[in-house]
């Protein structure tokens, strides 16, 4: 009964080599995540959606987008990697509207960059 | 602004023993306070949630947290550690006005045989 999904696991790119991330979820969630975790370190925020409302972190690198293009799938790309960014990326969604909401995680993708 | 302190990066105790993983929060207003959990190479699993419904918690795989708003704490605490439990551990509290939580730099909780 997955509800978060992220595809693939695990993603293998080069130095400077466009790379897409996928997540979707089956719970119909208003609000969608994206973090980046390096090891041992609290997950940290990259940006947001509520709905189709784009909220980007100040401290997010232009290098980093997202696409939301409906309610289930949300997209990380990545224009041009860098060896910094290699890390595990999690998404995570919540319902929306209330500061007691939990969020559900997807296991991850763990991204290497050679 | 809310924060979340979470002391001890790594905590060791022996498998039966008591688990207190520290959490103590900085808020302007009544927080809502999270544990989450983290396996290895896993996404975030939710233990529990303070809502302000009750100041004792209780959450999955026997853990539990009480609210201390005198103390700032929500410290996680479970009576006797099984070495499934270790994990790495994280403190969150939403952000009023925004839907983003803010995280602890989680406890990495080692179960010895």
């Known amino acids: 009964d997955a509800m978060v999904i992220q595809n693939p696991r695990y993603q293998v790119t080069q130095f400077g080599k466009p790379v897409t991330l996928s997540c979707s979820q089956t719970l119909n969630h208003n609000v969608m995540y994206w973090y980046q975790q390096k090891s041992s370190q609290a997950p940290k925020l990259l940006f947001h959606?509520?709905?189709?409302?784009?909220?980007n972190e100040a401290d997010t690198p232009d290098n980093f987008q997202s696409r939301r293009p409906n309610t289930s799938f949300c997209f990380l790309d990545i224009r041009s990697p860098g060896l910094g960014d290699a890390a595990m990326y999690l998404c995570?969604?919540?319902?929306?509207?209330?500061?007691?909401?939990?969020?559900?995680f997807g296991p991850g993708t763990r991204l290497t960059v050679l | 602004a809310q924060s979340v302190t979470q002391l001890g990066s790594h905590v060791s105790v022996s498998e039966g023993a008591l688990v207190l993983l520290r959490c103590n929060y900085s808020s302007s207003v009544p927080p809502y306070l999270f544990w989450y959990v983290q396996y290895p190479n896993q996404g975030l699993q939710l233990l529990l949630k303070y809502t302000s419904a009750a100041t004792l918690v209780k959450g999955i795989n026997g853990f539990e947290a009480e609210f201390k708003k005198s103390e700032t704490s929500f410290h996680l605490t479970k009576p006797s550690a099984h070495m499934s439990d270790a994990a790495e551990y994280f403190c969150?509290?939403?952000?009023?006005?925004?839907?983003?939580?803010?995280f602890g730099t989680g406890t990495r909780l080692k179960v010895l045989a």
């Open positions: 959606y509520y709905d189709k409302d784009f909220n």
């Open positions: 995570a969604t919540t319902p929306g509207g209330r500061m007691t909401d939990t969020q559900y």
């Open positions: 969150a509290v939403s952000e009023p006005g925004t839907y983003k939580y803010i």
